[in-house]
T-cell receptor, first 111, second 114 residues
Framework: GQQLNQSPQSMFIQEGEDVSMNCTSS?????WLWYKQDPGEGPVLLIA?????ELTSNGRLTAQFGITRKDSFLNISASIPSDVGIYFC???????????FGKGTLLTVNP | DGGITQSPKYLFRKEGQNVTLSCEQN?????MYWYRQDPGQGLRLIYY???????QKGDIAEGYSVSREKKESFPLTVTSAQKNPTAFYLC?????????????FGSGTRLTVV
């Protein structure tokens, strides 16, 4: 199936640093969704974006829906140890039930 | 509270055995999905169902089977034909009419072949 290009694949940072990750696609999407997966658990929705250019925050997290509708980024500010996990981007064209998603960014935060 | 429940959390299977993973949701979602997750490979779609009594193969359906007799339930059977079944399995559901609101995921089942 189709996948998004998500980068970086992994990141090792120190506590307190800011983090940025992004997803790009050759397809246009109506919706971008960012999920976080804790080790051994299922992904949980962090932020949903529904409009090109939209910038949305959820605490220390900020995500943007690219103007071209083919990309999105997620920023985490002042990282803490509990930010550790895999972050996935999901794109939806809205016309079917299936989401397209990236392979994930594995984030490790060193205390 | 509404949610999606997978059981068991951990499952061990002997080679040659079939095992069934349970997935139940009380979110009144029409669509349900099964994904397999291996390290470094992201999520791969096994099967999905948009309505009761109907389901479609995903990208890696070989060696797996599903049923959708009730809206709330979408069990996955890993058959002996699946050559490398050790993985983390995730079930998800979504609302009717598209996936713009995203999926709700279960907490996963880790299957190990011993």
């Amino acid at each position: 199936g189709q996948q998004l290009n998500q980068s970086p694949q992994s990141m090792f940072i120190q506590e307190g640093e800011d983090v940025s990750m992004n997803c790009t696609s050759s397809s246009i999407f109506n919706t971008w969704l960012w999920y976080k997966q804790d080790p051994g658990e299922g992904p949980v929705l962090l932020i949903a974006l529904y409009k090109a250019g939209e910038l949305t925050s959820n605490g220390r997290l900020t995500a943007q829906f690219g103007i071209t509708r083919k990309d999105s980024f997620l920023n985490i500010s002042a990282s803490i140890p509990s930010d550790v996990g895999i972050y996935f981007c999901f794109g939806s064209g809205g016309s079917n039930y299936k989401l397209t998603f990236g392979k994930g960014t594995l984030l490790t935060v060193n205390p | 509270d509404g949610g999606i429940t997978q059981s068991p959390k951990y499952l061990f299977r002997k080679e040659g055995q079939n095992v069934t993973l349970s997935c139940e949701q009380n979110l009144n979602h029409d669509a349900m999905y099964w994904y397999r997750q291996d390290p470094g490979q992201g999520l791969r779609l096994i099967y999905y169902s948009q309505i009761v009594n109907d389901f479609q193969k995903g990208d890696i359906a070989e060696g797996y089977s599903v049923s959708r007799e009730k809206k709330e339930s979408f069990p996955l059977t890993v058959t002996s034909a699946q050559k490398n079944p050790t993985a983390f399995y995730l079930c998800a559901s979504s609302v009717t009419g598209g996936s713009n609101y995203g999926y709700t995921f279960g907490s996963g089942t880790r299957l190990t072949v011993v």
